[in-house]
């Protein structure tokens, strides 16, 4: 038991050290409208991310800048200096293709493939990697751009959901309010993120009574199957629950404070190790498992004092 927790601690430490890497990409419009909602959605998550912490490196193209070789140019730039203990986010917001074989994103000048993306996203090093594709068509890009390790959002839930979507709008609106953080930890996980856009997506199309022509998807077991509603039973989300999409409240607070800094990546790595071994309980002993969340229970509650009282 002392090793599990020494091993932990190590990984606390790993966490306090690491990097946050975020593209968003905001695509061609093709229409005043959308080129506006795309830009300004762009926007509102650059500034949401350059505020939540030291940790965060962020990089944002719309307009111009959104072309197919400066993208490549940026995400080379990150695999030539992310380390596996960082975390990677890209975000896509605008339209895509699919053509019965290949996903493509529109771009100002040529568009960029499923398969580009994947090849440029499989060269970073950073071992926890989440892709958020909020473009129509997007469901035909997640089969190319699932690997173990990356969480892939999508849209829709195939290539065929081909008409303009507003999840995106949503995932924005996710990381602006506090009530996304379901459990209340100071962290909006790439799940919380998810289960809000999509119930928000569903909403919207239930108050405008439309037809909803587009179904989210997440894919975290690098199967390359998405679920629309991730939980423990069906065997979806642990990586994308694991995944600190943006900090808010004292969590961020304590991210910008390095005398808090070690504690907050030690209180995380404990929630961490707790999920995680709620999704194992079937497959120990019951007092394995009731003396090992013991521990990390009485363990998180130390670590949270410890920050209180810093």
């Known amino acids: 038991m002392r090793l599990r927790l020494g091993i932990l601690l190590l990984a606390a430490a790993s966490l306090a050290a690491a990097k946050t890497y975020y593209v968003t990409v905001a695509g061609l419009g093709g229409e005043a409208d959308y080129e506006q909602r795309f830009a300004a959605w762009a926007e509102r998550l650059d500034r949401l991310l350059r505020e939540s912490g030291p940790d965060a490196e962020v990089y944002t193209l719309r307009g111009d800048e959104a ?16 380390a596996p203990g960082d975390a990677f986010a890209l975000m896509l917001i605008g339209h895509g293709t699919y053509d019965g074989f290949e996903y493509k994103m529109n771009l100002p000048g040529p568009d960029i493939t499923a398969t580009e993306l994947a090849e440029l996203l499989d060269r970073i090093p950073a071992k926890r990697q989440v892709v958020a594709n909020m473009t129509s068509s997007s469901g035909g890009a997640l089969a190319v751009l699932a690997r173990p390790g990356r969480i892939v959002i999508t ?8 008409n303009a979507v507003v999840f995106a709008r ?20 790439a799940l919380e993120a998810f289960r809000y856009a999509t119930r928000k997506t569903q909403d919207f199309y239930i ?7 587009e179904h989210a ?14 939980s423990v039973e ?15 409240g004292e969590a961020q607070r304590a991210a910008q404070d390095p005398a808090k800094r070690a504690l907050l990546a ?20 019951l007092a394995e ?20 009282g810093t």
């Open 67 to 82: 072309r197919k070789e400066r993208l490549r140019a940026v995400l080379e730039e990150i695999a030539a200096k992310a």
């Open 155 to 162: 849209a829709t839930k195939s290539g065929t959901q081909n």
């Open 170 to 189: 949503y995932w924005v609106s996710a990381l602006e309010d506090a009530a996304a953080d379901t459990d209340k930890n100071g962290v909006i996980s």
């Open 207 to 213: 108050k405008q009574k439309r037809l909803a022509t």
């Open 217 to 230: 998807l997440l894919e975290d077991t690098g199967r390359g199957r998405g679920e629309r509603n991730p």
């Open 234 to 248: 069906n065997g979806y989300g642990l990586e994308a629950r694991r995944f600190a999409l943006l900090r808010i």
């Open 266 to 285: 030690k209180k995380e790595a404990l929630e961490e190790a707790i999920d995680k071994l709620k999704y194992e309980k079937a497959a120990m002993p």
């Open 289 to 308: 498992y009731r003396a090992r969340l013991t521990q990390l229970l009485l363990e998180l509650a130390k670590t949270q004092r410890a920050l209180d």
